[in-house]
Nanobody, 127 residues
Framework: QVQLVESGGGSVQAGRSLRLSCAAS????????MAWFRQAPGKEREGVAQ????????YYAAAVKGRFTLSQDNAKTTLYLQMHDLKLDDSATYYC????????????????????WGQGTLVNVSA
């Protein structure tokens, strides 16, 4: 059974950095894409960043572009989200997700149509 386990969340002051991790396991072949989403209390879930491990192509939401960076370990079993210059609006539960087809991965940051999701890790940014 495919599992995604997020870690690295916590409380941090605005302007500081934090790195989230997503450990993937239990799959027979690698995901076609992986992504981070976030959801703040009372708000809709939004796509944050997406990567295609096969060619390394990555995409970022406008709100985080230039501040957040995706990366993977050499084995491509762990996805990282490095977050710099955190803002109060970045406070949310962050979820890792993965998809195995182009149908699910295309425009995934908008559709959220990825197949497997983690439990989430909470990021709280304070003034």
């Amino acid at each position: 059974q495919v599992q995604l386990v997020e870690s690295g969340g916590g409380s941090v002051q605005a302007g500081r950095s934090l790195r989230l991790s997503c450990a993937a396991s239990g799959y027979s072949y690698s995901p076609y894409c992986m992504a981070w989403f976030r959801q703040a209390p009372g708000k809709e879930r939004e796509g944050v960043a997406q990567i295609y491990p096969g060619n390394g192509a990555s995409y970022y939401a406008a709100a985080v572009k230039g501040r957040f960076t995706l990366s993977q370990d050499n084995a491509k079993t762990t996805l990282y989200l490095q977050m710099h210059d955190l803002k109060l609006d970045d406070s949310a539960t962050y979820y890792c997700a993965a998809g195995w087809t182009s149908t699910r991965c295309d425009h995934a940051l908008d559709t959220g149509a990825l197949r497997v999701w983690g439990q989430g890790t909470l990021v709280n940014v304070s003034a």
